[in-house]
């Protein structure tokens, strides 16, 4: 259920602000949100899988944090992501 290292680093290099970049919240967003589609795939087939659940869940709110740190930091880069990434808001 973890993302593969190549799907990281393709995420990671679409995503980053410069090079060698991992840790800005760009790019920490779209780590999560692919990681959340992948558990959401998951809990769709494996439906009694609680544990699981409970993991996504932490990963969304952890993603939420993050998108509210980035829109009070940053409008912009705030509604590029969101565009980007397909998210609601």
Do not use: W
């Not at 967003?29 to 899988?49: F, M, N, R, V, Y």
Request: a positive charge; glycine letters at 4%.
């Amino acid at each position: 259920m973890a993302l593969s290292k190549n799907q990281k680093d393709k995420i990671i290099k679409d995503f980053q602000l410069f090079e060698g970049d991992t840790g800005s919240p760009e790019v920490q967003i779209a780590l999560l949100t692919a990681s959340i589609q992948e558990l959401t795939d998951h809990l769709k087939k494996h439906p009694g899988d609680d544990h699981s659940r409970k993991g996504l869940l932490r990963q969304v709110s952890k993603r939420r944090r993050l998108l509210r740190f980035l829109q009070r930091r940053s409008e912009d880069r705030y509604k590029e992501l969101i565009n980007k990434l397909d998210l609601k808001k």
